[in-house]
């Protein structure tokens, strides 16, 4: 993490992304690493309450409501959020949320996905309780890789105790990118959550695409790691 360890974006910066257009990040398809182990990530259980840090605009969150799971999202661009109920033709209904001041909460009109628009950080169990399943792609590796350790904590303070959470990371050569998304190895990870989680890697693959060569890359590595709480 050292070449990037001081790279840092605020807020307005992504939210610049969304109202310029500039969401390379945002998937129109169900991502394949979710779908090949979902079933490691339901264990069987039904209705689990799923939580999906920086969900933008994921189509995975309607796949997985589909599934007859629920679903909260915290997202920090309002564009993002209208855009993905727009999109999965999800009528929905919008407040105030009382704990959170100036923050919004956008809710399905079935119940089954709710999509808080604040900053992650001010996001708790106090507001929407514990989750008994997490997806995180394009969260961790999009926060600032200072800010990781107070990401990890909130991330491990929202889980229940069967809690099983699929972490998606990416690996590369951080001396040719600066990020985001960041460069995260599984030593990062550990430090970060060794604490508290068990950290299994359950997927490897390569993930390079043509857009890399634009970010001055010629390899990626895509990993996908199970943590689970540790008793």
Known sequence: MSAQADRVMDLSEWENRWQEGRTGFH??????????????????????????????KAVDMKW???LGHTVVGVEFS??????????QNLEYNEEAVADIPGAKL???????????????????????????????????V????CDRQKYASLLVS??????????????????????????????????VFGGSCNIDLLQSVDGFEEKHR???????TEKLYLLTTKT
């Open 64 to 66: 997985l409501a589909d």
């Open 158 to 191: 929202l889980m229940s105790s069967d809690c099983r959470y699929l972490l998606d990371t990416l690996e590369y050569n951080p001396e040719l990118y600066k990020g985001p998304p960041f460069f995260v190895s599984e030593d990062d990870i550990k430090t």
């Open 106 to 140: 956008f809710k399905s009109t079935d119940g089954k996905i709710s999509i808080y628009q604040c900053d992650l950080y001010k996001f708790s169990s106090a507001v929407a309780g514990h989750f008994g399943g997490i997806w995180d792609r394009g969260a961790l």
């Open 78 to 87: 309002e564009k993002g959020i209208k855009e993905f109920f727009q999109e």
């Open 27 to 56: 998937r129109s398809d169900v991502h394949n690493l979710l779908k090949a182990n979902v079933d490691k990530l339901i264990c069987g259980r039904r209705e689990v309450r799923f939580f999906f840090p920086l969900c933008g």
């Open 214 to 220: 634009s970010w001055g890359l010629d390899s990626l």
């Open 142 to 145: 999009a926060i600032n890789p």
